[in-house]
């Protein structure tokens, strides 16, 4: 069979039978790589009489089992979690995150848990003794239901896991594999995308479970083309900051739930460990407090989470005021500054103003400005928040608190941390929140300036 030359976008996939600087569907430059098939036989109709489904699945709607989409509990409970309970037969999971973050050690803390048959772990990133050491590490490398394979050709993988009929498959990493039909190196976006249709094949005719492992390039996405994205049935992501011990469990994808749940672990010396108290990585829980900082209850997906904001905001000793934010919108930063200039009337914009989020968290949720709001007010006039006080608010632009989701959990939250007190936007409707500690509704910034001027006493 003669192959042939054909071009595609690493951003999102798309193919061109020549190569272009720009990509005319995603608009990203440069993406374009080349990649070699066996050429394609033209597929009449009678092609798939011959080739195609021998056995037809239809069924009639009433007669499928809801039992179809069971979930497998591994009891490693912040992936649990995180999965909406546990894993789905036959489905298939990409996790991706950047190199060091952790995948493998989760995975093969998996692998250690896993209830149903044995674990078929295919590492071409590691050799088998590294995974070896790191089982020794975690203290179960004389276990006997996780077995390890260096293969990173999937026709190969395909066999073995045909032959060993594995209760789960883990291939770490995506980006090694190789399959035999196509000439490009592994980790292209042709290579990506096959093996892992290859995989996806498998895992719905056995209802065996998949894990792929998938790194992440500078840009935030997971090295070739987004479809692959579209193509499995969960995409989680495991984030953190190699400053920190933290790692978050996020689900980007579910077609079995809610992409609404996280999973919460440190990385420790025991491997990722489970956090009781997820706040305490997010606050700064010693010494008295200063000036500018202020706590918010925050909401991860369906977490509550209580986060410290810092600032400091200090006359310019330069020409162009200074802003700086870590883990914070500075588009958001810019707009709660605007809000304090205009509804306030104080004059900010001289100021030099940094913003930072204890634990190197990552704030997206609208219900931490009233937080950050009270830390820039409390450093800008000097005002320290006393212990025990914390926000949870969305701020609007005409300095209007607006209430926020997951009210409840949040001053639950804030209670099982000894806070005594929670600041909300005051309610419209004359809704009562029952709340084991004390609630200080509050309609707009001028009333906050003024409670905040008070606890001065
Ligand atoms: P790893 O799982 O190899 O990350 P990934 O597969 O995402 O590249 O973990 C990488 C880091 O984790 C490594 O720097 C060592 C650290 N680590 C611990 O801190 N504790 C442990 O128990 C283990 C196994 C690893
Ligand atoms: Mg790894």
């Avoid at 990509?23 to 033209?42: T, Y």
């Avoid at 493998?104 to 590492?123: F, M």
């Avoid at 203290?139 to 073995?160: A, C, P, Q, W």
Wanted: charged fraction near 20%; aromatic fraction near 6%; include cysteine.
């Amino acid at each position: 069979m003669k192959s042939k030359s054909v071009f595609v976008c690493t951003q999102c996939g798309v193919e061109s039978p020549k190569w272009m600087g720009r990509c005319p569907s995603c608009g990203e430059w440069n993406s374009f790589v080349e990649e070699r098939r066996e050429g394609d036989k033209k597929r009449g109709s009678d092609w798939w009489a011959k080739h195609g489904v021998v056995e037809s699945d239809v069924r009639p709607l009433r007669e499928i089992e809801v039992g179809d989409a069971r979930r497998i509990a591994t009891g490693e409970e912040e992936w649990d979690t995180a999965l909406g309970g546990g894993v789905v037969p036959g489905s298939v999971i990409l996790l991706g995150g950047h190199p060091g973050i952790g995948k493998s050690t989760l995975c093969l803390q998996i692998a250690r848990r896993w209830p149903e048959g044995k674990v078929l772990y295919v590492t071409g990133e590691e050799s088998a003794f590294q995974v070896k050491m790191r089982a020794e590490r975690l203290g179960f490398g004389h276990v006997d239901s996780i077995f390890i394979s260096t293969s990173s050709n999937v026709g190969e993988i395909l066999r073995m896991a045909h032959e060993m009929a594995p209760g789960l498959l883990i291939v770490d990493s995506v980006q090694t594999l190789k399959t035999p039909f196509l000439e490009s190196a592994p980790g292209s976006v042709g290579q990506i995308r096959e093996s892992t249709a290859e995989l996806l094949r498998f895992a719905k005719q056995r209802h065996v479970p998949v894990i792929l492992i998938g790194h992440i390039t500078k840009e935030g996405l997971i090295a070739g083309p987004k479809v692959l994205e579209h193509m499995v049935d969960v995409v989680l992501q495991l984030e953190g900051d190699s400053h920190y011990s933290y790692r978050l469990l996020r689900v980007i994808k579910n077609r079995y739930g809610s992409t609404e749940a996280l999973g919460i672990y440190r990385m420790g010396e025991g491997g990722m460990e489970p956090v009781a108290n997820p706040s305490e990585f997010f606050m700064d829980m010693q010494g008295p407090t200063k000036s500018g900082s202020a706590t918010g209850a925050m909401m991860e997906g369906f977490r509550p989470l209580l986060v410290e904001a810092q600032a400091l905001v200090t006359p310019s000793i330069y020409g162009t005021p200074q802003r700086s934010a870590t883990g914070f919108d500075m588009r958001r930063l810019a707009m709660l500054l605007a809000v304090v200039e205009k509804r306030l009337g104080l004059v900010i914009g001289r100021q030099d103003v940094f913003l930072h989020m204890v634990g190197g968290i990552r704030v997206q949720d609208p219900g931490m400005d009233m937080a950050v709001l009270a830390a820039l007010l409390s450093s800008l006039e000097e005002w320290p928040i006393p212990a025990g006080y914390c926000f949870a608010g969305e701020v609007g632009l005409t300095g209007e608190l607006r209430l926020v989701s997951h009210l409840h959990r949040r001053i639950s939250e804030a209670a099982k941390l000894g806070f005594h007190t929670i600041f909300i936007p005051s309610l419209s409707t004359d809704k009562k929140i029952l709340s084991p500690i004390e609630i200080v509704p509050i309609a707009n910034v001028q009333q906050l300036y003024r409670h905040l001027q008070d606890l001065q006493g």
